[in-house]
């Protein structure tokens, strides 16, 4: 099991930035291969917003390509998002999750609110 606990949320006007942070614990940590952050829309469904494999190759959804940038410290075991240019549909509960090996954990941390206003 790995321990997610995220951070940096807040309330924001629509082209406002915010940086968020994930912090990972427990003795899997070690074996993390790859790291993501999600976010769920009132409503909706939990979705992928971006990832990050191997430390290096990234992936984002089509909505948030060219504003939000996810990078990690394979140190500290930790996972940043940085948004800029925030929209109304960027609001949501944020959540990371992390890789071990070949699966993705199936538990997760309370995430972080990030609201956007118009």
């Known amino acids: 099991q790995v321990h997610k606990v995220e951070s940096g949320g807040g309330v924001v006007q629509a082209g406002g930035s915010l940086r968020l942070s994930c912090a990972t614990s427990?003795?899997?940590?070690?074996?993390?291969?790859?790291m993501g952050w999600y976010r769920q829309a009132p409503g909706k469904q939990r979705e992928l917003v971006a990832a990050?494999?191997?430390?290096?190759?990234?992936n984002y959804a089509d909505s948030v390509k060219g504003r939000f940038t996810i990078s990690e410290d394979n140190a500290k075991k930790t996972v940043s998002l940085q948004m800029l240019n925030l929209k109304p549909e960027d609001t949501g509960v944020y959540y990371c999750?992390?890789?071990?090996?070949?699966?993705?954990?199936?538990?997760w941390g309370q995430g972080t609110q990030v609201t956007v206003s118009s």
């Open positions: 427990g003795r899997s940590t070690n074996y993390i291969t790859a």
């Open positions: 990050i494999i191997g430390g290096r190759v990234t």
């Open positions: 999750n992390v890789r071990v090996g070949n699966t993705w954990s199936s538990n």
